[in-house]
């Protein structure tokens, strides 16, 4: 932070009947793109010595389980809104080739909606596909639910027995496109044609199969000249018919703006906080008591302002070409567990979200051809906070102070998560330090008593990000590290279960996860209703 003053002492409160919601195991989702190298050398590469008998890489594989990945959305990403699915499936000796208008990429067809859907399936990871409502409309995106989810029967279920697979795949939540507002997207709409496309598409999609969930296309950004009136005319067409609106939000490090950079999770904050609003706005106009939610489907950092322009506008590729395969630091792998704090603390009107990407592209993953997987830093505060956050997620208050920030105003430079699983007693706390000084935080837990088993801690360098497995060792090895219980956080325990302080210290720029059980003096009964969830309104009975 720019003035290197002393941070006074901050605290977080929390309580385990005080919650916000029940944290969705979907929250921890990813992303898949036929995007570089994705698929093609990602995923996917038969000949690999680790490849599964369909050509999958098996340590890609094990390291997205590792990551804690539960959705992953395919095939994608701009990529969708110009792809013609029928061209994927099928024999893949008569699969022809096509020229992809999103990346300018030759995509050989070689892994389609059959072999991701049976890939996701064997590695247990539940698909979220998106359909083409770019240069496509009702027709296909129709006959994509029934070829998925139909029974036999028909002409696109059959088509898809005929190509080997005879049960349903049960492909529950489907993306309505993808990013209409960005004027990037092939066959971008302004939000009156997309929203009756999105309509009508979804109308026939929930009329094949009326179990499906549908995400509608919010904006592609807070910076979107559109927003905010782009969300409401959207709804205003789909409010009856979808469960949830897309976010999507990628930030970065600007001319050296730190501050800034590590002030993305209240960026991200504030951008929830108005599609809620923006939608509710909407549910209200219409005295509707359903709740819109947010599938948060695209967060990462990306160095998009700064590196990925020079990226556009290539020749047309071909044999998987390395696009956009960002290198990450300490530093970025503190903003991802700060940003993983935001979305807990909304883990009431974001059930679902996806971080983009999966593999080689924006990744926490990366590979080499022919060569070895690896962690990315960032791949650490995601697997820490997918493994930990059980339960619930409570509703921390946190006392911090704040600091001015170029790009984002005021923000708080500590910023806390708390998640509780009233089954196992597992309680977990997330906590970041976005100040340059080292800062102690008092965690006053009311009613419980509390124990510590593990902790981990993310703290930023200021090393430049460098490419490659060993240089990402290198940062986790100096920057990723077990928090000392010992000398790093001390619990005191006043007057029996009745009030814990547990005091942490936290290093400058750092991320830290913290978790253990928790025992309370309370009678076993259920807790009062206490969520912010909507739908979770205390009942009569
Ligand atoms: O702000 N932009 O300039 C911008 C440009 C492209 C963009 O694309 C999104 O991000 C891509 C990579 O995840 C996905 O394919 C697409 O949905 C998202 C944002």
């Known amino acids: 932070m720019p003035d290197h003053q002393p941070v006074p002492r901050p605290r977080v409160t929390l309580h385990t009947d005080f919650r916000v919601g029940p944290v969705d195991r979907r929250l921890f989702g990813s992303f898949v793109e036929h995007l570089g190298r994705a698929v093609y050398t990602g995923i996917y590469e038969p000949g690999h010595a680790t490849a599964d008998e369909h050509g999958f890489r098996r340590d890609v594989a094990d390291l997205t389980r590792e990551l804690g990945a539960t959705v992953l959305r395919y095939p994608g990403g701009n990529f969708v809104s110009n792809y013609r699915w029928e061209d994927g499936v099928g024999p893949v000796s008569e699969r022809k080739p096509f020229l992809d208008l999103a990346w300018r990429t030759v995509e050989p067809n070689l892994v389609g909606t059959d072999e991701f859907l049976q890939w996701a399936e064997r590695e247990g990871f539940e698909p979220m596909l998106a359909v083409n409502l770019g240069t496509r409309g009702v027709e296909a995106a129709a006959a994509l639910v029934e070829y998925c989810n139909g029974e036999a029967g028909t002409r696109w279920a059959d088509l898809r027995i005929a190509h080997g697979r005879a049960e349903p795949y049960g492909v529950h939540l489907w993306c309505l496109g993808n990013e209409m507002d960005g004027p990037w997207q092939i066959g971008h709409k302004d939000a009156h044609e997309y929203g009756r496309l999105a309509a009508e598409a979804g109308k026939a999609m929930k009329l094949v199969d009326p179990t499906v969930s549908l995400v509608v296309c919010g904006s592609s950004s807070m910076q979107m000249n559109t927003f905010g009136e782009w969300e409401q005319t959207v709804l205003s067409y789909t409010y009856d018919l979808v469960d949830h609106i897309s976010m999507h939000a990628y930030y970065e490090e600007l001319d050296g703006d730190r501050a800034s950079f590590l002030g993305s999770g209240t960026a991200m904050d504030r951008f929830i906080d108005r599609v809620v609003a923006s939608a509710d706005a909407v549910g209200a106009?219409?005295?509707?008591?359903?709740?819109?939610?947010?599938?948060?489907?695209?967060?990462?950092?990306?160095?998009?302002?700064?590196?990925?322009?020079?990226?556009?506008?290539?020749?047309?590729?071909?044999?998987?070409?390395?696009?956009?395969?960002?290198?990450?630091?300490?530093?970025?792998?503190?903003?991802?567990?700060?940003?993983?704090?935001?979305?807990?603390?909304?883990?009431?009107?974001?059930?679902?979200?996806?971080?983009?990407?999966?593999?080689?592209?924006?990744?926490?993953?990366?590979?080499?051809?022919?060569?070895?997987?690896?962690?990315?830093?960032?791949?650490?505060?995601?697997?820490?906070?997918?493994?930990?956050?059980?339960?619930?997620?409570?509703?921390?208050?946190?006392?911090?102070?704040?600091?001015?920030?170029?790009?984002?105003?005021?923000?708080?430079?500590?910023?806390?998560?708390?998640?509780?699983?009233?089954?196992?007693?597992?309680?977990?706390?997330?906590?970041?330090?976005?100040?340059?000084?080292?800062?102690?935080?008092?965690?006053?837990?009311?009613?419980?008593?509390?124990?510590?088993?593990?902790?981990?801690?993310?703290?930023?360098?200021?090393?430049?990000?460098?490419?490659?497995?060993?240089?990402?060792?290198?940062?986790?090895?100096?920057?990723?590290?077990?928090?000392?219980?010992?000398?790093?956080?001390?619990?005191?325990?006043?007057?029996?279960?009745?009030?814990?302080?547990?005091?942490?210290?936290?290093?400058?720029?750092?991320?830290?996860?913290?978790?253990?059980?928790?025992?309370?003096?309370?009678?076993?009964?259920?807790?009062?209703?206490?969520?912010?969830?909507?739908?979770?309104?205390?009942?009569?009975?």
Not at 364 to 392: D, N, S, Y
Not at 413 to 423: C, G, I, M, N, S
Not at 525 to 541: C, D, L, V, Y
């Open 285 to 541: 106009r219409r005295r509707s008591d359903k709740k819109i939610t947010i599938s948060f489907d695209e967060w990462n950092v990306w160095y998009l302002e700064s590196r990925f322009p020079g990226e556009t506008n290539l020749p047309v590729q071909r044999d998987a070409p390395r696009i956009i395969e960002d290198v990450y630091s300490a530093l970025d792998a503190v903003v991802v567990g700060d940003l993983l704090v935001t979305l807990l603390n909304h883990a009431d009107r974001v059930p679902v979200a996806a971080l983009a990407q999966l593999v080689n592209v924006i990744a926490p993953i990366m590979t080499e051809p022919g060569g070895e997987a690896w962690r990315q830093p960032t791949f650490h505060p995601f697997a820490t906070t997918a493994r930990l956050a059980r339960g619930e997620a409570l509703d921390v208050r946190v006392d911090s102070p704040t600091t001015t920030t170029t790009r984002h105003g005021e923000v708080p430079l500590v910023t806390a998560a708390a998640t509780h699983d009233p089954e196992t007693g597992a309680l977990a706390l997330f906590l970041t330090n976005r100040s340059a000084e080292p800062v102690e935080v008092d965690v006053e837990h009311l009613g419980l008593g509390v124990e510590l088993t593990e902790g981990w801690r993310m703290v930023a360098d200021h090393e430049a990000a460098v490419e490659g497995p060993a240089h990402a060792r290198k940062v986790v090895g100096s920057c990723w590290s077990a928090v000392d219980l010992g000398a790093d956080v001390t619990v005191v325990t006043s007057g029996g279960t009745g009030r814990t302080r547990t005091t942490v210290a936290l290093a400058p720029e750092s991320w830290t996860a913290l978790a253990g059980t928790a025992t309370t003096d309370r009678p076993a009964t259920a807790p009062p209703n206490t969520f912010r969830e909507p739908g979770r309104i205390p009942s009569e009975t």
